[in-house]
């Protein structure tokens, strides 16, 4: 019986050992114990305590299975180590939580079965039991926790891990290239100025500015606000406004953008809990007025002053125009001051003094949001490119409609099996998107005026592309990024992994399409990346894959002309610094990145 007692309790310190990768798990310590001190001091929102306490669970898990290991070995009775044994299972079977293992999923499965049996031998030997004193340990271990989260409550930085000080702080020089073409995409006049009032910042989506960049000396800061803030717009007085998505709410945030200071903050919305549901206010703009519009979650467009409080000033439900169980998407005001919005569902309405109107698009979905000029809006659906009008009266207009190849199937990175993109405007004539073709993406180029399809030029590797952000457009190039292998949804880039990398450029002049360069040097899991014409560069977000590991996160620049990496900077470790499809922004010299719980923050030169 000893021997199978020995036995037992190595099966258990190897179960604690591969439950999740080690670094992993000392890595959640510290940023669960980071996110429940600040998420208690700060947020007081229960899905990012929530939060806290999820990220505690495995190293809890592991600490309870090397005392249950030692029980065990010491002739306890084994039922402790026994109710333990669904939670190791969980690592198995779950697909969320397969990434973070140490060895494949039917590895733990198996070492489970032992490990079960040997304790059933163990418990029906019925030996009386050893009284070994433990409690000490998970009181100290208790205790870390709280100093842990206390200590992190002092500041409402993002959580910090330790591993920092062992991992590459960053490469190259801030030394770039000349300045490209400035891009001019016309100002909205309903919206905020460009490029500060949405999350491709103007109403064309080029995700282009014209503005400099910091560099990799540059000093990194962060927030702490719970929420993923994938929308960051600057106001004419020079703050920063976001609406940060939390598992459940919907929190709208005014801040200082060169201190970090919350000047305003308050629940303005719920959510689903789904990771890829952009609904609800993942998409928002600031309007002419300096006020935020988004769409809340059963149907209602709302608008909320930047003043004290945040109050609402205005909303409009268009709940009747929807199709059972849609959710609005997106909403943009048009050059005539009329609100258009996207439902999952196909619906693409307008408002009109108040009172909506819409069509539906065939059932087929919209993920994502759409591009406006001076004389019609650009959707894309699950199937096709359209192009839509508005009269004085009645619903939105069908213009054109080009269909695309949507594939077969939803690639391993995308909410849905369609495009990933939200539809970009470029020079006097062309609208792009990317397709979900098999075996490899395409760049897709049409003519905006009639809807003919010019060209499609296949980016990154067979079996291996796919994109959830808009393209960039610089002057006739068009940016891609890969975000192939972002799936499951954050876990996918824990322990070390990542997705597969690659970004590539497009030019299209006069309709002739062809790739300009194509680079496997990046790693970008999911921002809405930007360029900047100062310096011709790329500015995203970059996760490399490291064996060790450690869960490292870059602010990057490319070179827009050739695709090789100019510098990087390292923005911190763990998943509260992974962005989850928000994007990236620069204002006054700096980069802001949209995190799980916050804001990261690269400084320019002072």
Request: aromatic share 8%; net charge negative.
């Amino acid at each position: 019986m000893r021997i199978l007692r020995v036995l037992a309790a190595a099966l258990l310190v190897g179960e604690a050992g591969l439950l999740a990768h080690p670094v992993l798990v000392l890595n959640n310590l510290f940023v669960g114990a980071g996110v429940l001190g600040k998420s208690l001091a700060f947020v007081q929102v229960p899905d990012v305590i929530g939060q806290g306490v999820a990220y505690l669970v495995t190293p809890t898990v592991a600490v309870l299975l090397l005392l249950a290991a030692w029980g065990v070995a010491h002739t306890t009775r084994g039922i402790g180590a026994l109710v333990l044994q669904p939670l190791v299972l969980a690592g198995a079977v779950i697909p969320f939580l397969r990434p973070m293992l140490l060895v494949e999923p039917t590895v733990l499965l198996l070492l489970v079965v032992a490990t079960v049996g040997l304790l059933l031998v163990v418990i029906g030997s019925g030996q009386t039991p050893a009284h070994h004193r433990r409690w000490w340990v998970l009181a100290a271990y208790a205790v870390l926790v709280g100093a842990l989260a206390t200590t992190s409550a002092t500041s409402r930085t993002l959580p910090t891990s330790p591993l920092e000080r062992f991992v590459d702080s960053g490469t190259g020089s801030a030394s770039v290239a000349e300045n490209l073409p400035r891009a001019r995409p016309p100002q909205n006049p309903s919206l905020a100025r460009n490029p500060f009032n949405g999350i491709h910042n103007d109403a064309w989506a080029t995700d282009t500015y014209n503005l400099p960049a910091p560099g990799p000396d540059g000093t990194v800061d962060s927030l702490f606000t719970g929420g993923d803030c994938a929308t960051m717009t600057f106001d004419s007085r020079g703050r920063l406004v976001t609406l940060c998505s939390t598992l459940t709410r919907v929190v709208a945030y005014v801040v200082d953008p060169r201190t970090l200071d919350v000047l305003d903050s308050r629940i303005v919305g719920t959510r689903s809990a789904s990771l890829t549901d952009f609904t609800g206010g993942g998409y928002f703009v600031l309007d002419d007025q300096d006020r935020i519009v988004f769409p809340e979650r059963g149907g209602v467009l709302r608008v909320l002053s930047t003043g004290a409080g945040l109050p609402e000033v205005a909303s409009v439900n268009v709940a009747s125009t929807l199709v059972a169980g849609e959710q609005v998407t997106s909403v943009l005001p048009d050059w005539q001051g009329r609100y258009w919005y996207v439902g999952a569902k196909g619906t693409v309405g307008v408002v009109r003094q108040g009172q909506a109107t819409a069509l539906n698009l065939g059932g087929e979905d919209i993920e994502n949001s759409f591009a406006v000029d001076a004389d019609g809006v650009y959707v894309v659906t699950g199937a096709a490119l359209y192009r839509l009008s508005a009269g004085t009266d009645g619903p939105p207009r069908q213009v054109w409609r080009t269909e695309y190849d949507a594939g077969t199937a939803q690639k391993p990175g995308q909410t849905s099996a369609a495009s990933g993109t939200t539809p970009t405007l470029f020079s006097d004539w062309g609208v792009a998107i990317t397709d979900n073709a098999d075996p490899q993406m395409h760049v897709v180029v049409a003519d905006r005026r009639t809807g003919r399809l010019v060209c499609e030029v296949p980016v990154f590797g067979a079996g291996a592309s796919a994109t959830e952000n808009s393209l960039i457009a610089v002057d006739d190039t068009l940016l891609a990024e890969n975000n192939y292998g972002y799936a499951p949804a954050v876990s996918s880039t824990m322990a070390g992994r990542s997705t597969t990398p690659g970004m590539a450029a497009v030019s299209a002049v006069d309709g002739d399409c062809a790739m300009r360069w194509s680079t496997e040097a990046v790693h970008v899991p999911s921002l809405v990346s930007k360029a900047t014409t100062r310096g011709g560069q790329v500015l995203t977000y970059t996760k490399p894959p490291d064996s060790s590991g450690v869960d490292a996160w870059y602010f990057t620049s490319v070179d827009a002309r050739t695709g090789a990496v100019n510098w990087t900077r390292l923005a911190g470790i763990g998943s509260p610094f992974n962005n989850h499809y928000a994007g990236a922004f620069l204002y006054d010299g700096d980069l802001f990145v949209g995190t799980l719980n916050g804001i990261t923050v690269l400084r320019g030169a002072p």
